[in-house]
């Protein structure tokens, strides 16, 4: 990826130069931040309205494999996949910070490459980057980012207010970055075998795209702000639509019924699924990695969204008892189990 580019040993900057080097781009514009980079801790100002913070840890290895992802990629990813966590309580994203652990084998313009993707997605979704660490890494790369955000007080949606008989919607598309890396890993297994051969991507660009660049769901919360819907519950659609679905029902004490034939997905999805003989609504379910966001509303809010193309209805929330079912599309009633991925299987 980087290995045939210039190489500058990051040693000949210094842990200071490095962060000045990688910083000066970055222009504070959020009325809430108030000092940024350069002290010994940024200062914000919630102006009256609740703070939200959201940490996720992204280890080379584990949740990235640098042979097919590019650095500026995985800087916009792991942006994205934070401020997911902040527009799942219906807030706004204002600020990150960024923390970095690099291996020798990183050269400066691989910094350089995320720090690239750091910026379009700041740059794209308004968001200040106020801070972080950097240091030194035995092994691989590790990147934490924290992402923090502002809702009033009455605005913020918990995983626990599903009532019975609220809706069960979802944005977007499922299942389509699960389908991506699948891709993509077959393309590296093809490589190692064989490095003359070029990967063919050709026509998975939608897929590709979802696995390489997600792009959190800012828009659907402007627009729930727009129709004037406040959830009862959300989530964001990380480790897969069963998993997110258990968390809802569990945290609200409420149960869940959804349908297998009204689960949004993708044609490119569904046949490129197929055509790795995997069941497309397997990958919905428990594939993760979309972002997405899972909510709960009330019905007569229904009347305010039905005609969005963006949200799908997927199923409504009963009573405890009932448990986590969906409905198949012959009409069979299956439990939902929490098959989403987890680190730990690995
Ligand atoms: N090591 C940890 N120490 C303290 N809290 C943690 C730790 N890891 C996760 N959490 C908290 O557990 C909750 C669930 O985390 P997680 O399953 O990672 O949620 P998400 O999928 O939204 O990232 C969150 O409140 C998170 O802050
Ligand atoms: C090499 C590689 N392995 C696995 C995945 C798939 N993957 C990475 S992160 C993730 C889900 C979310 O990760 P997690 O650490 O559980 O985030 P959180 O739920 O805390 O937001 C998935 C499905 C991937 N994209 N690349
Ligand atoms: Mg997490």
């Known amino acids: 990826m980087f290995e045939n580019k210039e190489r500058t040993d990051i040693n000949e900057l210094g842990e200071f130069g490095l ?103 700041c740059n794209k979704y308004n968001i200040d980057l106020i801070g972080g660490d950097t240091s030194a890494s035995k092994q691989g790369l590790v990147i934490s980012i924290t992402s923090i955000g502002y809702a009033d007080a009455d605005k913020v949606t918990y995983r626990n207010g599903a009532n019975e008989h609220d809706l069960l919607c979802v944005s977007g598309d499922l299942g389509g970055a699960y389908v991506g890396l699948q891709i993509l890993e077959r393309e590296k297994l093809i490589y190692l075998e064989n490095p003359q051969i070029q990967p063919d991507l050709e026509g998975k660009d939608y897929i590709i795209e979802r696995q390489l660049k997600p792009e959190a769901r800012m828009d659907i919360v402007a627009l729930l702000e727009e129709m004037d819907i406040k959830p009862t519950s959300m989530i964001d659609v990380s480790d897969g639509l069963a998993s ?100 730990f299987n690995k």
């Not at 199923?315 to 987890?342: I, R």
């Open 19 to 121: 962060i000045k080097h990688l910083t000066t781009n970055f222009k504070i514009r959020n009325e809430f931040s108030v000092k940024g980079v350069g002290d010994d801790a940024a200062v914000l100002d919630s102006k009256g309205k609740q703070t939200l913070i959201s940490t996720d840890l992204l280890l080379e290895g584990i949740h990235f494999d640098l042979a097919y992802v590019p650095l500026m990629h995985l800087g916009y990813k792991a942006v994205q996949v934070n401020l997911s966590d902040i527009y799942a309580m219906n807030g706004k994203a204002s600020q990150i910070t960024v923390s970095l652990g690099l291996s020798s084998k990183f050269p400066l313009e691989a910094v350089e490459e995320i720090y690239k993707g750091i910026e379009l997605a």
């Open 244 to 343: 997110e679905i258990l968390h809802l029902a569990t945290e609200s004490d409420k149960g869940i019924t959804i349908y297998e034939g009204k689960i949004p997905l993708d044609p490119m999805t569904y046949e490129t699924a197929r055509e790795f003989g995997l069941d497309p609504t397997v990958c919905a379910l428990s594939g993760g990695e979309d972002y997405e966001l899972l909510f709960t509303i009330s019905q007569d809010d229904y009347k305010k969204l039905k005609h969005d193309v963006d949200i799908t209805v997927i199923g409504h929330v009963t009573d405890k008892n009932s448990g986590c079912k969906m409905v198949s599309k012959s009409n069979n009633v299956h439990e939902l189990k929490a098959q989403g991925w987890n680190a």
